[in-house]
C-alpha cells in the first residue's frame, strides 16, 4: 500500500529545502540517488558485454540499437542511446574495426553515415541478447513481480514528464 501524501509530508518535513533556507543532504536527493541506482546498474549489466565480449558501454549500446534493425542512420543513434555525436562516432569506428558493424553513404544524401551490423555482428547480437537479458532478469528478481510494474509505470510517469 502506497503512503498516503500527509505521511510523505511528515516523513519529509525536517529536511528542508533549498527554497526554505534548509539543507540538501545529497544522498537522500532524488537526482543523486536516480543517478547512483542508474549507474550500479549499468556497471552490473557492463559485466556481461565488457568482460566476456570486450565491448565498452558505448559500443554495447550502439550493438543493441543495430541489433534490432537492418541499418540505422548514426545521427538517429543518439537518440536513441543518449549517446553524443562523437561517443557514437568512436562506437561505430570500434564495432566497425573489429568487423561487428559496418558504414555507408546514404544514397540519397552522401553527407549522412547508414550503419549495420555485418554477419560476425549479427552472431554477436545473439550470443549476448540471452546474457543480457539474463541479467535484467536478476536485477528485477529482487521485486515482486507488482513492484516491478509499478517501477515500469515510475519510470514511464518520470520520463514522460521530463519530455
Do not use: N
Amino acid at each position: 500500500m502506497g503512503r498516503s501524501g500527509e505521511a510523505r509530508d511528515r516523513e519529509t518535513a525536517g529536511r528542508g529545502t533549498a527554497q526554505d533556507g534548509g539543507e540538501l543532504e545529497l544522498q537522500q536527493y532524488f537526482p543523486y540517488r536516480l543517478a547512483r541506482l542508474a549507474e550500479q546498474v549499468s556497471l552490473a549489466v557492463a559485466e556481461v558485454y565488457s568482460e566476456r565480449f570486450a565491448l565498452t558501454r558505448q559500443e554495447w549500446r550502439v550493438l543493441a540499437i543495430l541489433g534490432v534493425r537492418p541499418e540505422i542512420a548514426t545521427k538517429e543513434i543518439g537518440p536513441l542511446t543518449t549517446l553524443d555525436k562523437m561517443q557514437v562516432s568512436r562506437a561505430v569506428q570500434g564495432l566497425e574495426s573489429r568487423g561487428i558493424a559496418s558504414r555507408k553513404h546514404h544514397a540519397g544524401d552522401r553527407r549522412e553515415l547508414i550503419v549495420a551490423l555485418t554477419p560476425a555482428g549479427r552472431a554477436l547480437y545473439r550470443k549476448i541478447v540471452p546474457f543480457a537479458l539474463a541479467r535484467e532478469a536478476e536485477l528485477l528478481g529482487v521485486l515482486t513481480a507488482e513492484e516491478a510494474k509499478v517501477l515500469d509505470r515510475v519510470m514511464h510517469k518520470l520520463s514522460a514528464a521530463l519530455s
